[in-house]
DNA sequence: ATTATCTATAGATCTATAGATAATGC
DNA sequence: ATTATCTATAGATCTATAGATAATGC
């Protein structure tokens, strides 16, 4: 603590050595897999394929290492929000294409979910580092689709629904068909060849439902 | 491996030994809270209040004792789904109790989720036990489900929908609404005193979610 | 001079067991 | 005799750092 510490500016990315960015990778395969605490610097390292030592060199402890790694992915959870919006379309297809898209961002980063409400349980840091990222994101997304909503609901579209109980419902329903999978497949017996074609099924599911939800009859 | 153990018959709950009842009761709570990897049997002991030896005399070894808490915590929550059931009512009014009942199960259990979901990615001896619990039960809920269900869309009171779709719905938002609690709290920036409005809030929003989809136009 | 790397090791834990001793039930 | 409990310790790890040495950039 009251030394001067060796360590390099891993702030700015221009000091990508070779080795810190193995280490970097290896830690990410293994934070993901195991979560902080069950993760071992050991095998990072041994993963990295650098002596142990390095690790330390570079990122001096594992919380550093850690909070690297997960910041990085509350940042692409963030991002998978954003890029949805923009495109020119009916509403309702906007709706279609932005519920699929973030379907298909988590289908692609399947431990993505778990590594994260794993992390910010009991944990206010994480759970900062949280808030700061996402909610002005969530925020600005939830606003625009607020705004979209209430124009299709004043000329009679579609049904009277709050922008934030129909974002929770989608990110609900993705979310989780993603984190039950492996449970999901257990219990409707479906075997490991037919799991794309299980997910695309309830991927279109989930779609027909917050389309459903926005038909409903206007009371 | 090769010795006599001194191991108590703990299959037989006659023997509930204070000690041995405490140990079980620690190693709940921290096995919950921290998950396998990291939980620590001397933690455990210090928590029961007693030698770190006795845990491993009672219980050989931590993985055992694992074992114990998590096979108890998937018989749990497979009695939540069979408990709904049986009672005389209307439909509709049936599938409101169940839903809620569903809901408050897990706001009462609010680490269940996560602590099983956790520990079931990448071990597949847990899977199996989550397989041989679960899935008669919910076989079981899903066929009588589906016959009511049938009823109902013959009678023309109920859209045409599957019993398994509606379940997964049902079932993710409940799931995701206690999972999320701590980020949806932040999102929504909800203060921790209007924790219990916004979860009922969210419960009567579920119901409703799910009715909808029921009361859907036939096509 | 600074940066990167290796070897070696300190200092904490953690799981698990051995072996002695006390308490309990016939 | 059997069951319960304690003390002590073996044997693995794990995180982190010290200190030597090589490579690199002025």
Request: glycine share 4%; aromatic share 6%.
């Amino acid at each position: 603590m009251n030394k001067t510490t060796r360590q390099v500016d891993t702030t700015t990315p221009q000091a990508d050595t070779t080795t810190q960015q193995a280490i970097m990778s290896a830690a990410e395969i293994e934070f993901m897999e195991k979560g902080f605490a069950a993760a071992k610097t050991t095998a990072i390292a041994r993963r990295a394929g650098v002596t142990h030592a390095m690790l330390h060199y570079y990122y001096r402890t594992k919380e550093n290492l850690f909070n690297q790694v997960f910041q990085a992915k509350i940042q692409l959870l963030a991002d998978s929000f954003t890029t949805i919006l923009g495109r020119e379309m009916p509403f309702l297809e906007k709706i279609e294409q932005g519920v699929g898209a973030h379907f298909d961002f988590l289908a692609a980063n399947p431990r993505l979910p778990l590594f994260v409400l794993r992390e910010i349980v009991d944990n206010s840091d994480r759970r900062e580092v949280c808030r700061e990222v996402l909610l002005p994101v969530f925020k600005g997304v939830i606003e625009k689709l607020q705004k979209a909503l209430n124009a299709e609901i004043e000329s009679g579209s579609v049904a009277p629904v709050s922008a934030m109980d129909m974002m929770l419902n989608m990110v609900s329903m993705n979310v989780f068909a993603i984190l039950s999978l492996p449970v999901a497949m257990l219990l409707a017996e479906v075997k490991e060849e037919d799991r794309d074609r299980f997910l695309e099924r309830r991927k279109r599911q989930i779609i027909e439902q917050v389309l459903t939800q926005l038909k409903a009859e206007k009371r």
